[in-house]
Nanobody, 123 residues
């Protein structure tokens, strides 16, 4: 059974950092593109970052230079290091698997989703 579990969310002040984790079971994370997405209240789900099976990485324009995606194959876990967080980064963050390398930040191409973890950036 394919399962993705996110962790690491929380409350952080502007300028702070968080590291999100996405642990997988039922399949190897290195076989598929793994994406990070976020959704704020009243907004559409937004592609944040993605790492594919060749370890190519992709980032949304709003997070370039601040967020870094990485993968630990031994732990079957993908991470999202988020630095210099801003209030507009506040959202529920989801990881997803099975996307398309052609459209790495398009949520509609992903098949499996985690339950999400809340990130709140506030003074």
């Amino acid at each position: 059974q394919v399962q993705l579990v996110e962790s690491g969310g929380g409350l952080v002040q502007p300028g702070g950092s968080l590291r999100l984790s996405c642990a997988a079971s039922g399949f190897g994370l290195d076989y598929y593109p793994i994406g990070w997405f976020r959704q704020a209240p009243g907004k559409q789900r937004e592609g944040v970052s993605s790492i594919d099976s060749d370890t190519m990485t992709y980032y949304g324009d709003s997070v370039k230079g601040r967020f870094t995606v990485s993968r630990d194959n031994a732990k079957n876990t993908v991470y999202l290091q988020m630095n210099n967080l801003k209030p507009e980064d506040t959202a529920v963050y989801y990881c997803a698997a099975g996307g398309s390398s052609r459209y790495p930040l398009n949520p509609h191409t992903y098949d499996y989703w985690g339950q999400g973890t809340q990130v709140t950036v506030s003074p």
